[in-house]
């Protein structure tokens, strides 16, 4: 991910987002970590407003693609799965 200049991916966005408000409810908006969150959400929601609905269903398989490469049920498969489904929700409303 290459966000300052500004070349992440949708799923790469979603991924840092989610990462980041979880990181912030672990540490209880600790150290920065809530203004992370909503840097990370805006960037997503900049990516999200601007994206054709070719580039949501990209994003989605995208994600889909890390999902299936995690062990299923481990910590890892759940966060990738989390950002599968929010971008399948994203290409779904985009009809």
Known sequence: MDDANGNASIDELARAWLAAERDAVNRSNAGGTEARARDASAAYETAIGS?????????????????????????????????????????????
Do not use: F, I, N, P
């Not at 989605?60 to 950002?83: F, I, N, P, T």
């Not at 599968?84 to 009809?95: F, K, Q």
């Open 51 to 95: 994206a054709s609905r070719e580039d949501l269903l990209v994003a989605w398989h995208a994600a889909l693609k890390v999902q299936e490469a995690c062990e299923m049920g481990s910590a890892a498969w759940a966060d990738a799965r989390a950002v599968s489904e929010l971008l399948r929700v994203e290409y779904l409303a985009s009809a």
